[in-house]
């Protein structure tokens, strides 16, 4: 029968249902953090099944669900195509209209464990000019690096969201991008530092709009930029995933 | 004697309780996206009793009664002219003072089932110019498909506000008008549809604002906003209702 | 003894309770709808005990209390000369440093029943360029009847506070003043009123601000705007004091 | 042994806990007012042992800990030199990367009792810019006495951030400084003081940008900012530290 449950080992349960109580939970985030209206946006978790990642599968958000209402058990496992694990918990619900470009994500960036996308109001803003963010504040030298780049105008239907993303972050300190009059993606070593990463990109995407708005900007030179960029990473937090 | 309860059949009832309920919560997502202060701000939705929809009814707002106080119970039935039903539960009150402009739009759109009119701040300062939001993020195609036109000066005090409304609406895909120097009103298939449409229109009225602040736009071809339109109406979702 | 607690006729007594509480709770709204914060803003109501007025009391918010701690018992019973009512409940602590200016509306505006002072954001804007707020949205003209008109600098030290609110609200139909680089007051027939004012100010400010910023502004006709205030101040909402 | 708990009398240890219980509480006031996203900001108190204040103490928070996790038992103890009090409470962890900027204030202002540091979005905006914050608003005069003032560049790696805020604050009435292109830190005569400090200027700051994006700003008279300023420092409030 196509539809069977898969059959997972128990370790394997246990990292599934993990990440789903994650990517369940951190939508909430989004909510929290004023990033999403109604069932916009979507958060994904990788689970990591394989040495080079390939036979991955993800969890992601169900299509038009309220927020109100995700679950861990409504999360839909699916595999590196977008396609949904036949058979697993939720997976008689659609996922999230993005899926596609999560999965390109993934299949092309191995050491990705989490994607997010939302359409957070100066994120937007930004992607609607096409225009990068200028790296003019200290936050966003520690958390990204340097700007944050823009990403090329594609639509929903074939490969080519996932592509712009991937091609745009590959070899990119930032793990924000600003797709094209759509808004942006983010990624992160797991979903909380995809989610994490959303956060701070509407963050900067605000107050250097605002900064702007009423004259011109100091730039930081690139040595403090790099100075601090590699400090951030490198040294604070308690543990490799507690920054600042 | 004229002030008697009126006689509906135990389905109907039901069908008027229902969308009492419905009514009454969705005031709740009016402030909860910080669409509303103080009591402005006022959802309807249509009980369908007819086939052709001349002789259904539609139930609103109690007219300046406090977000905290509304309840299924004091929600108010009315008839298409916009007469509240004599007898009928909470009908000692006064309905929200633009009544009569829901009512124009449910006597002349029969396909509407909700109708929402709100003072939501960005989508007043588009009205306040008179001018239309361009389509320029990928999000406002998906849900209106093309700008959201300006309806025509009009007071309360006769139908004009309702003609203009429907004047503007019929035949374009936007389910939202902003009505000049006034505000937003947003239709949808039910109340919790127009509900959307009013939170979405103020979310893209305030990113499109802000994106134009900074500097030119980049357009989005038509033939684009037309594949994202008919995407997003016609295969998203878990149902019918649920898109996204 | 001069401290003594005064004694008021069990109605009396009743009325003053009854303003406390009021008092206390409409704070909460200047929290609720972000009007304030930290310590700042007061809210006062007035207690009828003559005819014409001169020898009624107010109540009003003690000095730098935190909202959390705001309670009907530590709210200040005052004269019309500022004065806090020796022996009265809660006249160990001081009066809100405003109190002056309350006093002196209170005793040149028998009709006021309530004066709510803050710094909301946009409000203060204007006021800081001493610029009234055009009235180009319809709900500024049921609410205001016309512009929100600007009232001279002032500081504290002395009456000139109180009489330029006084000066500028007599005889015009707005209900909120814009003080000079200071910000709204705003008056009302009781505190609920004033509180009502104070929300809807800072709401056109806002909209008519971002408005403006983005090209010019349609006028809205002298005679809708007398229409829109007639019918809003003496048909609609449930009662006198509940409106739209 | 060098981890071994410090011995305090009794005296210092409950006043030690009470700073731990001010400092972890406040913290929740910088995500009340919005000043603060994820885990960024920072709040300390100072631990008063020694009269000249040389062998003081202070209290701050952990590195990368969310707002949500924060208690009094995992705040951080310092000297002022910035090392971690061995074998104290919560010492197990880093403390917020920002600690050596506020051991240097505590080391070179023995009347600062408490230091803020935010990154809240229009405070930023001016420091991204290097401009500091016009007195033009009565509440900036009563609260600042005078405009904002703008601290040089300094990156983290040294005493250059402490120093910067030291010389800039140093005989200004200010109790904040916007850091070039970085931030606000703000001080005060204890944690609250300075918490109140970070609220305020982000305030002035949102509402002085918002006044001067339409037009040119009235400025007020020294005489009168002076006059302001002096007497909300030495007259209202209910005593010594509740204002207003």
Request: hydrophobic share 40%; with cysteine.
């Amino acid at each position: 029968m196509s539809n069977a449950a898969p059959a997972f080992s128990g370790e394997v349960e246990a990292s599934i249902r993990a990440i789903r109580a994650d990517v369940a939970r951190l939508h909430g985030e989004l909510v929290r953090n004023g990033l999403v209206v109604w069932t916009g946006g979507n958060v994904s978790g990788r689970v990591r099944l394989s040495p080079g990642g390939s036979a991955d599968l993800f969890v992601i958000k169900p299509s038009g669900v309220s927020y109100d209402d995700l679950t861990p058990a409504n999360m839909i496992l699916c595999d590196l195509d977008g396609n949904v694990v036949a058979g697993s918990e939720g997976s008689d619900r659609a996922p999230s209209s993005d899926t596609a470009a999560h999965a390109y994500v993934y299949r092309h960036m191995p050491e990705v464990g989490g994607v997010v996308h939302t359409h957070s109001t100066f994120a937007v803003a930004w992607a609607a000019r096409g225009e990068e963010i200028p790296c003019v504040i200290t936050a966003m030298a520690d958390e990204f690096g340097g700007p944050i780049p823009v990403g090329p105008f594609a639509i929903i239907g074939d490969d080519s969201i996932g592509r712009g993303i991937v091609d745009t972050l590959t070899g990119h300190r930032s793990r924000a991008v600003l797709m094209q009059n759509h808004g942006p993606f983010t990624i992160g070593k797991d979903a909380k530092d995809a989610v994490k990463a959303a956060v701070m990109v509407e963050d900067v995407a605000r107050t250097v709009h605002h900064a702007r708005e009423a004259g011109p900007l100091i730039p930081i030179p690139q040595e403090a930029i790099d100075s601090l960029y590699d400090r951030y990473q490198n040294v604070y937090g308690q543990s490799t995933d507690a920054r600042r």
